[in-house]
Structures are given as structure tokens and as C-alpha cells.
């Protein structure tokens, strides 16, 4: 099976695919847009998800991370770069990933402020890094290469936060 980039972005206009793929501000005039949308994904986590069982968070982000490697991987094209810093969309559908199973095991030791910002700082140390071959993840095509390190970024992140929990509890 070979990836390419959804078609179906290349009729909307230019202003929406930008708009949609930086969150409009956000991504276009903050410093350190990486950061903030993925900040704007933790809040997108509590606003939608943070009282709901992890299969609906994780089915949302499925079909919500289709939508960002189509508006990524068009903006990308739209701004003539590779996965152009602005485009924040990624990091914020994928942030509900890192906190999967936040309310049960060993999570429940720590108050839920500080499992967000731990999964907050997590994600942002992988997404930045790219350790474990997540950098060779942003070599697939169009928005493919866009989303899916910071996927594995979220998965890497989810995995550590469980693990320290547990750590924490056991000690």
C-alpha cells in the first residue's frame, strides 16, 4: 500500500487550508508555535475529552488526524516548505493520545494537574527530539510525514508517563 496525499483540500481556498492547518493565530503570530499548539491541544483534551472513555478520544483522533494529514500535507504545498513550523494542526489532534487511561492505575497517585503537565512536557521533549526512529517518520509523503511523528511522538510520551507513574506508585 503506498500513502499519498488526500486530494479532496486542493478546492478549498487558500485562507481556510492555512487558517485551519496553523490555527489561525496561533501558529502564524505566537513564538515557539510547536509549544502552543500543543498547549492548545491539552486544553482541545479537557474541553472534549478528558471525561470520556479512551476508545472515543482514540477514535476522535483517528478521523481528526486523517483531516490534519490533508490540511497539513495541502499547507505544506500551499507555503511552498516541508512541515513548515507554523503549521501546528498536528500537535494539536494528537495531544488526546498522550493522555489516554489518564484517570486509572497508577495515574490516580498523581493529582491530575500534574499528570497533564507531565504529559504536556512529555510530548513536547519527543515531538523536539525525535528519538527512537521518530525522525524518520517525517521522510512520508505529504501530510503523512506531518502527522505521524508527532503520533508516535504522542505514543512515546503516553508510554513514559505510564511508566513513571507506575514507578512513582511501586516506590
Keep these: ?3 499519498s496525499q488526500p486530494g479532496w483540500p486542493r478546492m478549498l481556498p487558500r485562507g481556510v487550508v492555512i487558517g485551519l492547518a ?8 505566537l513564538p515557539a508555535p510547536g509549544t502552543w499548539g500543543s498547549a492548545a491541544g491539552v486544553l482541545y483534551f479537557l474541553a472534549c475529552f478528558s471525561r470520556v472513555r479512551w476508545e472515543v478520544a482514540f477514535a476522535w483522533t483517528v478521523l481528526a488526524g486523517y483531516l490534519a494529514v490533508a490540511l497539513c500535507g495541502e499547507a505544506e504545498q500551499r507555503l511552498g516548505r516541508k512541515d513548515p513550523g507554523q503549521v501546528i494542526l498536528d500537535e494539536f489532534v494528537v495531544m488526546p493520545l498522550v493522555f489516554m487511561g489518564w484517570r486509572a492505575g497508577a495515574l490516580l497517585a498523581w493529582p491530575q494537574w500534574g499528570v497533564v503537565l507531565a504529559g504536556f512536557a512529555l510530548f513536547r521533549l519527543y515531538d523536539i527530539l525525535k528519538p527512537f526512529g521518530i525522525r524518520r517518520l517525517q521522510s512520508w509523503p505529504g501530510g503523512w510525514g506531518v502527522v505521524v511523528d508527532d503520533v508516535a511522538a504522542a505514543f512515546a510520551a503516553w508510554v513514559t508517563l505510564h511508566v513513571l507513574a507506575a514507578l512513582w506508585a511501586w516506590r
Aim: hydrophobic letters at 45%; a positive charge.
Design 22 to 29: 496553523t490555527l489561525g493565530p496561533v501558529g502564524m503570530r
Design 1 to 3: 500500500m503506498k500513502l
